[in-house]
């Protein structure tokens, strides 16, 4: 047996503490178990972390592959990225825009900031965008609204002090098993409570104390709703809003009148009087991807931090928390220059670009002067012809985005580089295949949900065929401009030296967190400084507080509800919403047996008995204005009426999901979408994907 190593799971952002041991004889993790030094999390590890890094049933890619004519045919090393380089070098010789690359929150941080590296310094490309964006970027616009900082101002530590835990928008008993464990036992306790809202009865719906059941895609206006019944009952924290806040009149002008806002939101009066009474005690109030992806996620999760200023929900055991998804999505953000340079440092400022510049030592004019169109905004671009090469890292765009046949059809249309550990969607578009080491094969570092950062560490070699993250960007890099990088392989601790030296002095200072301090302590929170000291409640010291904006105060945010951007209607009678199935990871490469089966499609008994005449053995279509799926039907009463649930990670859902975008974050509006049903003898046979009928459907 090899030895155990300690390492970080990398299947959710909870960035549990972990063992691994390798195989004896060839590759692979044999084993996985909780660590029990690792800080925060103690020992503690659920299933998904466990089961799926054992055995994996994804088809691993094992060495280079080139597109001769329609087959993916073997390459050396060199030809594969030879050829990239050659592609990319043609694609921005008139325009840097023309090359797009999309990152990944499964990466390290020291293969995101490799990427951003050369693709902001070394190709200065603006349309670079990671999958981050498909699932936080509403939440992080909201927390720089608020804070002038993306940093959530909770840890883990303030789980067991709160009174009330409202989880809004998430599941966490699914999705976070681990820190539901945590929001469980504190609201066990006596005086304590769980407060879910969430249009679907989730399973942490239904273990909770109160589940408010509202209308899908109107948690902007129930947050409104709540804050005016707080306004006109009096029970506003005045003292906190008046010392430390700013927008608190122009907040209140524009909320809506309770009862109207509650009609809309699909709840009664009394419910929004039970929502507002729960900020009376210490509230923690977390949020998932329920509220962020949506046109409206920025102004919903900024209404949600609102309610915390409001009611002086701020400070140890209080707040608002964002659950995020992906493992090192906090790192994406930190570190990998997608929406601000390293550090958070604003993207927009000149002194920060100067600082960058010098870093990477490249021109600062070559540095691009906007953060990009997010990811849906680059398959517009490819569509428009003004996009001609495409390069995807550990991320899967061709299952995993909104309205996915479309961005199939865009993938062909531009020189594709997938870099990947896995055959995924994607890779049956692409022009070359770079096959990169995945978890138990990489030395690096992720960042948690709370700030932590933590190592992931090698317990097994890779194949010849495969190479780490970090050495095939380098070499990309290294042939098409001579000074970005050292020569491959490279040091990952050398990368992380750079990282953490550039953001030094900024909100996010990760400068006194090393690999050797990580070894010794497992896992440390940011902002650190210095060696010794580690971050832990953000904007709060010594009974003060302090918010890096203009003013130095916390800023309220307004916004109004517009309606779903695609409302059923006599022809599209049914809303699609999507949500996460308990052991599954996003679009499912590692664990490929349960994505291939036809997806089930869950919905209200009542709903399912008007529409029987279109089962065939319990399958049927679900189409929208942009596919058509077959699926099996499960009828299901925690599922609201005239709605469908669909898993998220399943490559076949997203040929039906909408790419409406948040115009502020990016982020598109998975939740809801309009469908019908349709017989299924009017269609072809299911695919492995369980695609149909791709493209258009037609007009109406
Ligand atoms: S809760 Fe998340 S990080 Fe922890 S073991 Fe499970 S999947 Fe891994």
Redesign the pocket.
């Known amino acids: 047996m090899t030895q155990w190593k300690p390492t970080v799971?990398m299947?959710?952002a909870?960035?549990?503490g972990q063992l691994q041991r390798g195989v004896d004889e060839g590759f692979g993790v044999d084993e996985v178990q909780g660590n029990h030094q690792h800080p925060g999390?103690n020992g503690l590890?659920?299933k998904?972390?466990?089961r799926e890094t054992k055995s994996p049933d994804g088809e691993w890619l094992t060495e280079p592959l080139i597109r001769r004519g329609d087959t993916l045919r073997p390459a050396t090393w060199d030809t594969a990225l030879g050829t990239v380089a050659a592609e990319f070098l043609k694609a921005t010789a008139e325009d840097p825009d023309n090359l797009a690359i999309l990152g990944s929150g499964q990466q390290t941080n020291e293969a995101g900031y490799t990427l951003g590296k050369l693709a902001r310094g070394g190709f200065g490309t603006r349309n670079y965008d990671a999958n981050t964006t498909l699932c936080m970027a509403s939440a992080v616009t909201a927390y720089y609204r608020a804070f002038g900082s993306d940093a959530p101002p909770c840890t883990y530590d303030d789980i067991p002090d709160a009174e009330t835990h409202i989880v809004w928008g998430a599941n966490p008993d699914a999705a976070?098993?681990?820190?539901y464990r945590w929001i469980r036992n504190s609201a066990d306790q006596d005086g304590c409570r769980l407060v879910v809202v969430d249009p679907v009865e989730s399973e942490t719906a239904a273990d909770a104390d109160q589940h408010v059941a509202i209308e899908p895609g109107t948690d902007l206006v129930l947050a409104q709703a709540v804050l005016a019944r707080l306004v006109e009952t009096d029970r506003v924290d005045r003292e906190f809003v008046d010392s430390y806040t700013d927008g608190f009149e122009a907040l209140t002008a524009s909320l809506p009148d309770v009862a109207t806002a509650a009609a809309t939101a699909g709840v009664t009066v009394e419910t929004v009087e039970a929502l507002a009474a729960a900020f009376d005690d210490r509230t923690l109030l977390y949020w998932g991807m329920g509220v962020n992806q949506s046109t409206h996620g920025t102004g919903a999760a900024g209404m949600l931090i609102n309610l915390c200023l409001a009611t002086g929900n701020m400070g140890p055991g209080s707040g608002p928390f964002s659950l995020t998804g992906q493992?090192n999505s906090m790192g994406t953000r930190v570190c990998s220059s997608k929406g601000t340079w390293p550090g958070h440092r604003d993207f927009g400022d000149p002194a920060n670009r100067e600082r960058v510049a010098e870093a990477w030592d490249v021109p600062v004019d070559r540095l691009p002067d906007d953060t990009g169109p997010g990811p849906v905004g680059i398959v517009d671009e490819i569509n428009r012809g003004h996009i001609d090469a495409c390069w995807t890292v550990a991320t899967n765009p061709a299952a995993g985005m909104p309205n996915a046949t479309n961005v199939e059809r865009a993938l062909d249309d531009v020189f594709l580089v997938v870099q990947d550990a896995f055959r995924s969607e994607t890779v049956e578009h692409a022009d070359v295949v770079l096959p990169a080491a995945t978890w138990g094969e990489t030395e690096g570092t992720v960042m948690n949900m709370e700030r932590r950062v933590a190592r992931v560490t090698s317990v097994s070699d890779v194949p010849d065929g495969v190479r780490q993250d970090i050495d095939i960007i380098a070499n990309i890099g290294n042939r098409v401009t001579s000074t970005l990088f050292e020569e491959p392989r490279l040091d990952p601790e050398t990368v992380f030296d750079e990282l953490r030296a550039l953001t030094a002095g900024t909100p996010a200072d990760c400068s006194g967190i090393s690999y050797d301090r990580l070894a010794a302590e497992r896992a440390v929170r940011w902002p650190a400084p210095d060696a010794e000291s580690e971050g832990g409640y953000r904007y709060h010291d010594d009974g003060s507080w302090s918010f890096p904006t203009a003013t130095g105060s916390a800023q309220f945010s307004t916004a109004s509800y517009e309606g779903l951007p695609e409302p059923t209607d006599s022809t599209y009678p049914l809303l699609l919403t999507t949500g996460r199935r308990p052991g599954a990871y996003n679009t499912g490469v590692r664990n490929r047996n349960e994505t291939a089966e036809t997806p089930r499609a869950r919905i209200h008994p009542e709903t399912a008995g008007r529409y029987v005449e279109l089962l065939d053995r319990g399958r049927t279509v679900v189409a929208s204005r942009r596919s058509r799926i077959t699926v099996d039907l499960v009828p299901d009463d925690s599922i609201p009426p005239d709605a469908i649930w669909m898993d998220v990670h399943h490559p076949a859902v997203n040929a039906l999901t909408l790419p409406a975008i948040d115009p502020e974050s990016n982020e598109p509006n998975y939740k809801q979408c309009a469908v019908r049903l349709e017989s299924p003898e009017t269609s072809s046979p299911v695919t492995r994907s369980g695609v149909v009928t791709p493209g258009p459907v037609g007009n109406d």
């Open positions: 799971c299947r959710c909870v960035g549990c999390t590890a659920c998904r972390g466990i976070h098993p681990v820190l493992a």
